[in-house]
T-cell receptor
Framework: TQLLEQSPQFLSIQEGENLTVYCNSS?????LQWYRQEPGEGPVLLVT?????EVKKLKRLTFQFGDARKDSSLHITAAQPGDTGLYLC??????????FGTGTSLTVIP | NAGVTQTPKFQVLKTGQSMTLQCAQD?????MSWYRQDPGMGLRLIHY???????DQGEVPNGYNVSRSTTEDFPLRLLSAAPSQTSVYFC??????????FGDGTRLSIL
């Protein structure tokens, strides 16, 4: 059983479109991280969200943590080809073990 | 500042062979972890360490051993490789309760 479910699994859009990807858990967690992974490389941290209802913005990326701290979303405005990659969410229990979602593979077509 | 360095980047083994995947970090991080990444499965934790001399099992530890004799190094050993261990392996490090820094991975194929 996957602790974290991400949707959609694959997403292909045209440059300039908006998109949202989701990360859901059946459990409450204290914090959640979003990572982006490009082919041939390891995941790179985008943001950490810790407070229920928290919204963080990173240029065209908006991250939201659900009020009940069981879900999170990543919204990208006006997607660009450079946004192409695998987006992973991850949660931690006490900071010792990290559980990752299955990821959303995003392709932005020029 | 090299960050997290993994070697080798690619490896092909025959079933039953043994090998060690190396991981080194120069950020003085206490926490280090090994993951495997398979299509449709995301990243799964194999083993982790909260400091030198301390290791513990993650989600999928069977078939793998680790040791942590220094803060900098966290090698992963496959004692008898099996085709099911074909995967991409990532090492990561962090400070306590902080997000992780990842290496670029080792792509391992077992024939």
């Amino acid at each position: 059983t996957q602790l974290l479910e991400q949707s959609p699994q694959f997403l292909s859009i045209q440059e300039g479109e908006n998109l949202t990807v989701y990360c859901n858990s059946s459990s409450v967690f204290s914090s959640l991280q979003w990572y982006r992974q490009e082919p041939g490389e390891g995941p790179v941290l985008l943001v950490t969200v810790v407070t229920g209802g928290e919204v963080k913005k990173l240029k065209r990326l908006t991250f939201q943590f659900g009020d009940a701290r069981k879900d999170s979303s990543l919204h990208i405005t006006a997607a660009q080809p450079g946004d192409t990659g695998l987006y992973l969410c991850a949660l931690s229990n006490t900071g010792n073990q990290f559980y990752f979602g299955t990821g959303t593979s995003l392709t932005v077509i020029p | 500042n090299a960050g997290v360095t993994q070697t080798p980047k690619f490896q092909v083994l025959k079933t039953g062979q043994s090998m060690t995947l190396q991981c080194a970090q120069d950020m003085n991080h206490e926490y280090m972890s090994w993951y495997r990444q398979d299509p449709g499965m995301g990243l799964r934790l194999i083993h982790y360490s909260v400091g030198a001399g301390i290791t513990d099992q993650g989600e999928v530890p069977n078939g793998y051993n680790v040791s942590r004799s220094t803060t900098e190094d966290f090698p992963l050993r496959l004692l008898s490789a099996a085709p099911s261990q074909t995967s991409v392996y990532f090492c990561a490090s962090s400070y306590p309760n902080q997000p992780q820094h990842f290496g670029d991975g080792t792509r391992l194929s077992i024939l």
